[in-house]
């Protein structure tokens, strides 16, 4: 399983914007889609996931409410829009892939396969 993220960038503190994560190869064997972000120096922090099937979504607290985690299961594709973004948002932004069957995963141990990482940075 192949990811790819994209739509990172530079916005003010306020502002959005809006992730994504293509997903090529044997994507069935996967259950579910998660984002996770990094700082430098930190670890690696659970942002939100989403399963294909049923779309269950799970949040970070530091998110819920102006972060959304979508899925387009035609498309192999998972979204995550960020509104409302804060300083403390700044960091690279992960997308991952877990084929483990539970519906909620917020360990990034939990996930397989890992996007390349995109970028967002938010001016105060």
């Known amino acids: 399983v192949q990811l790819q993220a994209s739509g990172g960038g530079l916005v003010q503190a306020g502002g959005s914007l809006s992730l994504s994560c293509a997903a090529s190869?044997?994507?069935?064997?996967?259950?579910?889609m998660g984002w996770f972000r990094q700082t430098p120096g930190e670890e690696r922090d659970f942002v939100a996931s989403?399963?294909?099937?049923?779309?269950?979504?799970d949040y970070a607290d530091s998110v819920k409410g102006r972060f959304t985690i979508s899925r387009d299961n035609a498309k192999n594709t998972v979204y995550l829009q960020l509104n409302n973004l804060k300083s403390e948002d700044t960091a690279v932004y992960y997308c991952?892939?877990?084929?483990?069957?539970?519906?909620?995963?917020?360990?990034?141990?939990?996930?397989?396969?890992w996007g390349q990482g995109t970028l967002v940075t938010v001016s105060s």
């Open positions: 989403i399963t294909w099937s049923g779309g269950f979504t």
């Open positions: 991952a892939a877990s084929t483990l069957s539970a519906n909620y995963q917020y360990r990034s141990y939990q996930y397989t396969f």
């Open positions: 190869g044997r994507t069935l064997r996967t259950h579910v």
